[in-house]
């Protein structure tokens, strides 16, 4: 929007609607003084919950005429958006900020800041509620335009949330090696965007340009938590069995790690951080053998069900994985979908994320990790076997079946009970 200073020019002289808002920054001491604080926040937030816009400060709204900030404050009122967007807008807000140098009308060169904020995968609330953007100005939501909004840009639409396009994404920001290993033979002719949007692993926005999915970021991209910061899995491996310290438990962490990453990759790296952290016994009883706390072949498919059918629309929310001295838990964001119960998780099959699951379904396993059994040459299969195999093998080895449960509608925890074996 707005690529060149030419177009930006011209823009601003025809002075804001509904994809620009001017502001004129004024300083009181060492402080930014106006735009007030709530009021940037709200305007912001409605070019997000919008079709996304352009605010540039330092124009006088109104006249439209160029006045640019101080040099020497021109880092404080960066600073003073960067804050906004992080701070005053829930969940913050994704926008690109940047230092300029326009001409006035005189011709002299002076600094602005431009912000650019693209259409957003979610809703944002401001300190003005939930806003949207009518013409050149902000209006509050009716409660059913913003039921609406919620429905479009959650998991619940037609296009579901991981068909969606990512706004500030491009095809440039997709590793080719990553999303070529699911062309096959017969599509080796084919155009990149078309095998892409073939695969939805990319989708035409609005404006007819060719952007990544949701599904194509979390499989293509090397590194989601660029576009979907909650796009990762917090691991944690406790000495005790709390991780609140008091109440005679040992609440220390022996290992933590925040693992990224292609979401097939973030089920290996976890499956190597339970393998590293988990206690093994053995008997000597006929030979040696190795007698694990739990089983990885289940772990896996427990760790592949969470990056598949984690709802990636609730935005701040991570997979967990806990380990303590009895117990895994696993906790997936997003309670179960569409008329699935607990009862049935291991009877039934419903995918909240089509393109993840297809594409899972056709990923290789990778290789190297000793203690992984499977027949299957991919990380998902298509007959939905992966919960029976989590509760049965996982009570023939600790004799205590595994449990699932739902908090609030909102969170998905498995906990897999570990195998109490004795060292010979």
Request: glycine share 8%.
């Amino acid at each position: 929007m707005f690529d060149t200073t030419k177009e930006l020019l011209d823009k601003i002289t025809l002075g804001g609607d509904s994809v620009l808002e001017l502001k004129e920054v004024r300083f009181a001491g060492g402080r930014v003084n106006a735009p007030h604080r709530d009021s940037l926040a709200d305007e912001l937030s409605a070019f997000a919950n919008s079709r996304g816009g352009v605010c540039v400060l330092g124009v006088e709204d109104g006249t439209n005429q160029i006045i640019g900030i101080p040099l020497d404050r021109l880092a404080a009122v960066e600073a003073f958006a960067r804050q906004i967007c992080n701070d005053s807008i829930d969940p913050p807000l994704v926008a690109v900020i940047q230092k300029l140098l326009v001409p006035t009308d005189i011709g002299a060169e002076v600094p602005i800041v431009r912000i650019d904020v693209p259409k957003s995968l979610f809703v944002h609330k401001s300190p003005g509620g939930y806003v949207h953007r009518i013409g050149s100005s902000k209006r509050e939501m009716r409660p059913e335009y913003l039921a609406r909004l919620f429905q479009q840009r959650s998991q619940a639409r037609l296009i579901r949330f991981d068909e969606q396009v990512v706004p500030n994404a491009t095809l440039t920001d997709l590793n080719a090696e990553l999303w070529e290993r699911f062309r096959t033979a017969r599509s080796k002719a084919e155009p990149d965007d078309s095998i892409l949007g073939k695969l939805g692993l990319a989708r035409r926005d609005e404006e007819g340009t060719v952007r990544p999915t949701v599904a194509g970021v979390l499989l293509a991209s090397d590194n989601p938590r660029r576009f979907l910061p909650n796009a990762f899995i917090q691991a944690v491996a406790y000495k005790g069995m709390s991780s609140v310290p008091g109440n005679g438990t040992d609440a220390y962490q022996l290992d933590a790690a925040d693992i990224s990453g292609p979401i097939d990759l973030q089920v290996m790296d976890a499956l190597r951080f339970v393998a590293r952290n988990m206690r093994t016994a053995a008997t000597k009883d006929v030979g040696r053998v190795d007698l694990p706390q739990y089983d990885l072949t289940a772990v896996f498919e427990a760790l592949v069900n969470a990056v598949a059918h984690r709802d990636y629309a609730i935005h701040g929310s991570k997979i967990r994985l806990r380990l303590f001295a009895d117990r895994l838990e696993l906790a997936s964001p997003g309670g179960l979908p569409n008329t699935m119960s607990v009862e049935s998780l291991a009877l039934r099959q419903s995918a909240r994320n089509e393109v993840l699951t297809s594409l899972l379904a056709r990923c290789s396993i990778h290789s190297g990790l000793s203690g992984l059994e499977t027949d299957r040459s991919t990380f998902m299969d298509k007959r939905g076997e992966g919960v029976g195999i989590i509760l049965d093998r996982s009570e023939q080895l600790s004799g205590r079946r595994p449990e699932y449960c739902v908090i609030d509608d909102a969170e998905l925890v498995l906990t897999i009970w570990a195998a109490r074996h004795s060292a010979v």
